[in-house]
């Protein structure tokens, strides 16, 4: 019998990285050695991508070659093209999202090439699609002309401009950059971990990857900050009126989303950022509701609780303050995350060993079959 391990595999190491790395006692993320505060606000998400698959942080040259190949990579086939009016009409954007993903494998080039240099290929082409299909999808369902974005602004600001109609403000796109970067990976989370299990099995990159589409969407990982944006919505009058909301759903035992980590003792470090962001937004567009409530409610929790905001907590307000429809707000978590998931999917395959995990079996044993008619 396998040694017991502890519920949701918390502290067992399954598998090495050179991806990303968390000191949670100290509130730490790290992307391949740099610390997430050296590179927030300094560094483009286009940089993280080439950092994540890559290895390294580009230099100009390197930096070009990449923008242009993603803009060369931006465009769907034919039977992603066929599929978004269909997907478009029915379910939740994550479905939708994740079939979407799943069909781009159809018109993939490099499709049946399971070469290294191919699976980079595909990698960033995933990356350069993912906000595309978002865009896509929102002007599909809301029967609107697709906005073609100008592609100087970069993924961020092409994404706003597709998803609000109107050219971004450059700190308003500079600020959601940031938000990308923030999200771009994050060790063995949920998702991730999904998408190695399915790499360690050599299957492709866009199953790997549609995999962590479905486990994205759960509420307790992606979904949660979709959760906070309603909770925050629902809550009537003034700041006044979060203690109260607050401590009502507390003695309901109803979890409020978007607090506390399984891996964070501390401040969860993208919280920190994401949190100025949210105050900056609120003095930019002198809509603060929000932002005040987020403040009014992440004090109570932590005085009541003693729980830190996650990363869900804060983009909510930032996300709704950039005019992204919150249903969407998930889908945004993995226009980001497609950069971290893929390198992971290259990262198993360039060293791979099939993840097989034992199991601690907990139902009846020596059982005795009987006739039917003794049953």
Known sequence: ??????????????????????????????????????????????????????????????????????????????????????????????????????????DDPDAADSSSEAERRKATRL??????????????????????????????????????????????????????????????????????????????IHSAVTGAMGALRGPLHGGANEAVMNTLM?????????????????????????FGHRVYKTEDPRATHLREMSKELADITGHSRYYEFSRRMEQVVLETKGLYPNVDFFAASVYHALGIPTDLFTPVFAVSRMSGWTAHVIEQHDDNRLIRPESDYVGPRDQRWVEISQR
């Open 234 to 258: 629902s809550i009537e009058g003034d700041a006044s009126a979060v203690d109260a909301f607050v401590r009502a759903e507390l003695d309901a035992g109803r979890k409020l989303m978007g």
């Open 1 to 106: 019998m396998a040694e017991k391990s502890p519920r949701g595999l918390a502290d067992v190491v399954a598998a090495s990285t050179s991806i990303s790395d968390i000191d949670g006692r100290e509130g730490r993320l790290f992307y391949r050695g740099y610390d997430i505060h050296d590179l927030a606000g300094r560094t483009s998400f286009e940089e993280c991508v080439h950092l994540l698959q890559r290895g390294a942080l580009p230099n100009q040259q390197q930096l070009d070659e990449l923008r242009a190949q993603l803009a060369a990579d931006r465009h769907i086939g034919p039977t992603t093209e066929a599929l978004l009016p269909q997907v478009a009409r029915s379910g939740t954007p994550m479905e939708a999202l994740r079939t979407l993903v799943s069909s781009l494998s159809a």
């Open 127 to 204: 990356v350069a699609q993912m906000p595309v299909l978002v865009a896509r999808y929102e002007a599909t369902r809301r029967e609107r002309p697709v906005v073609e974005p100008d592609p100087d602004l970069g993924i961020a600001g092409m994404f706003l401009q597709q998803i609000t109609g109107e050219r971004p403000e450059p700190r308003a796109a500079e600020i959601f950059d940031t938000c990308l970067l923030l999200h771009a990976d994050h060790t063995m989370n949920a998702s991730t971990f999904t998408a190695r299990v399915i790499a360690a099995t050599l299957s492709d």
